[in-house]
Nanobody
Framework: QVQLVQSGGGLVQAGGSLRLSCAAS????????MGWFRQAPGKEREFVAA????????TYADVVKGRFTISRDNAKNTLFLQMNNLKPEDTAVYSC?????????????????WGQGTQVTVSS
């Protein structure tokens, strides 16, 4: 089993950048495919980005493609989400997740382990 602890996030103006981190403990993160999801107030959780176990395959939601970059450092057991050119509609609680499955998964139900969530607020 793996535990995920997130850091980063906060308040930024539109057009700005933030980087989220997700540190894993318990089992090495290399055993898991990883992803980022977000949930805005009054909305359902939505997929943001995913990366496979060794970090060579990534998938992005269309709304973040070209602005967000998911990456991982397996040596440091850490997942990242670099968010550039942020927009007010990116405001949400962002959560990292780990899956025992292979590949890049867009469905939240395929992820068994979740971080605590971190607030990202983008002001206009």
């Amino acid at each position: 089993q793996v535990q995920l602890v997130q850091s980063g996030g906060g308040l930024v103006q539109a057009g700005g950048s933030l980087r989220l981190s997700c540190a894993a403990s318990g089992r090495t993160v290399m055993n898991y495919a990883m992803g980022w999801f977000r949930q805005a107030p009054g909305k359902e959780r939505e997929f943001v980005a995913a990366i496979n176990r060794i970090g060579i395959s990534t998938t992005y939601a269309d709304v973040v493609k070209g602005r967000f970059t998911i990456s991982r450092d397996n040596a440091k057991n850490t997942l990242f989400l670099q968010m550039n050119n942020l927009k007010p509609e990116d405001t949400a609680v962002y959560s990292c997740a780990a899956s025992d499955l292979s590949g890049t998964m867009v469905l939240s139900t395929l992820y068994a382990y979740w971080g605590q969530g971190t607030q990202v607020t983008v002001s206009s």
